[in-house]
């Protein structure tokens, strides 16, 4: 890229960073935020300060995303001395970087102020989705478009596949099966449509050189991970926990089931996210040649991914990247068929498409710097949080262990106290069944906390509350706090 190329997109990088900082306004890490911290977001901190305290992941703790998601946790919170605002720098970051890399993907299908326009309205696309912050799909979106930058680039302009390169998707391929298994869609999509293409064309030796460069480089860049867990005894647990839990057990949805509900949620929950869809599907029906098949696999293996879990929206962020080619082509084609007016027709389509999910990010940010909070589902309000942590406080000591019978992990943070099992959420597992129980058994936690509003798991406990606890009064409607007896 010359200078003066350089220049000319300075405006548009700028503009790339405002629409990040303005997406990631809505998350409770942001400065001076007054929410409550979501639970995957409480679960990965959690997780990452108890590291950092000499925990193990998988077998101090248990949670089922991948290494390298706690990492970025555990590097954030070291760099910025424990503060969450680092974590919420590094999202920016992450996003920032994922815009760049999909604008120069867009390039390859459009000119350069509507690959600017595709972008921005993709970015936009997350408001919805990306609800709290600190999401496992959000960390994953800068690798995800370095490698589609890197395979468009193969297909749409002949840009080979040297060593670097190679390195580069297998590092980033690595990564994101270390973030979470069913996130790697993309490279699923694009490789069989270059192995489509590869054995159609009978170029064996290159597609025999590339696999296994591949293979080796992505071996390579793991082992590392693999040689910590087995030095630590945990290597078993990380495998069941990363990829047999998450591939089997965590509650898969079929594939009509989720591309029917992709059309509903992916672009702002609104009926116009069937466009981009259709756009695919026009692109691969008018002419399948071999940029168009890969995309369309990209697409199919992207809905299966998101198939492979409950019915969480934020699952569909990892299509971001894959939106900004329909979005061009879009754009493009207005641009073509109306040159008289070209540029007011491609900006009435983009506030069209981005209204709405702009004005709902500005009512997010709104209610997060307010005294109510950003309501996030199974979250309660802060307003509850303060009530809750002055029972915590008043009745326990630091160091003292407690248990949150429920998903509400924000406990931990706000209070400064540890869980007194392994497990800071229930998971949807055999684990629970085997050794919930027996760990508060075994602990006897000077607080249990449940009720409603924390979302409790199960009655499982019940028989030891009732033996071993007694039931403090509290004015916090839907909460009780069962105290361990002298």
Not at 441 to 464: C, M, R, Y
Request: with cysteine.
């Amino acid at each position: 890229m010359s200078n003066k190329l350089f220049k000319t997109e300075i405006p548009f990088y700028i503009a790339f960073l405002f629409v990040c900082v303005f997406i990631l306004l809505q998350s409770p890490l942001a400065p001076y935020a007054k929410s409550t911290n979501g639970v995957d977001s409480s679960v990965f901190i959690y997780s990452a300060r108890q590291i950092l305290n000499g925990q193990i992941m998988y077998k101090d703790i248990v949670d089922h995303k991948g290494p390298f998601l706690y990492l970025i946790n555990v590097i954030a919170l070291l760099i910025f001395n424990g503060k969450f605002i680092g974590i919420w720098i590094f999202e920016i970051i992450s996003l920032f970087m994922a815009s760049i890399m999909m604008y120069k993907t867009a390039l390859f299908f459009a000119g350069k102020f509507s690959s600017f326009l595709a972008v921005v309205t993709a970015l936009l696309s997350l408001v919805p989705l990306l609800v709290g912050g600190n999401l496992t799909e959000e960390w994953a979106l800068p690798f995800i478009s370095i490698a589609m930058y890197i395979f468009i680039a193969y297909l749409k302009d002949n840009k080979p596949f040297n060593i670097v390169r190679l390195l580069v998707l297998s590092i980033t391929f690595a990564l994101v099966f270390m973030i979470q298994v069913k996130l790697v869609a993309v490279w699923a999509g694009f490789g069989i449509g270059l192995l489509i293409k590869w054995t159609v064309e009978k170029k064996y030796k290159e597609l025999i050189r590339n696999l296994s460069f591949l293979l080796l480089f992505t071996l390579l860049f793991s082992l590392p991970f693999f040689l910590y867990f087995h030095f630590n005894k945990a290597l078993s647990d990380a495998i069941y926990l990363v990829f047999s839990y998450n591939m089997f057990e965590y509650s898969p949805q079929t594939v009509i089931f989720t591309l029917k509900r992709c059309f509903k949620v992916l672009a702002g929950v609104y009926w116009l996210s069937v466009i981009p869809f259709t756009m695919v599907i026009w692109m691969f029906l008018r002419e399948k040649t071999k940029i168009n098949v890969s995309i369309f696999l990209a697409f199919i293996f992207t809905s299966l991914g998101c198939s492979l879990g409950p019915r969480f929206p934020h699952y569909f962020m990892i299509f971001a990247p894959l939106l900004i080619i329909p979005y061009s082509y879009i754009l493009e084609i207005i641009k073509e068929n109306f040159p008289k007016a070209k540029y007011i027709y491609v900006l009435i389509l983009f506030l069209f498409y981005n209204y709405y999910p702009a004005i709902i990010q500005a009512q997010n940010i709104s209610d997060n710097y307010s005294e109510k909070g950003f309501c996030i589902d199974e979250v309660s309000p802060p307003s509850i949080m303060k009530m809750l942590n002055n029972m915590i406080i008043q009745n326990t000591k630091p160091g003292d262990k407690i248990l949150v019978n429920g998903y509400q992990s924000s406990v931990y943070l706000s209070s400064d106290r540890t869980c007194a099992t392994r497990f800071p959420y229930p998971l949807r597992s055999s684990l629970m069944t085997k050794y919930y129980v027996a760990e508060t058994q075994k602990a006897l936690p000077k607080l249990i906390i449940k009720g409603a509003i924390v979302n409790s798991w199960e009655n499982s406990l019940d028989n030891l509350l009732n033996d071993k606890y007694q039931l403090i009064p509290s004015n916090i409607k839907g909460i009780e706090i069962w105290k361990l007896k002298e």
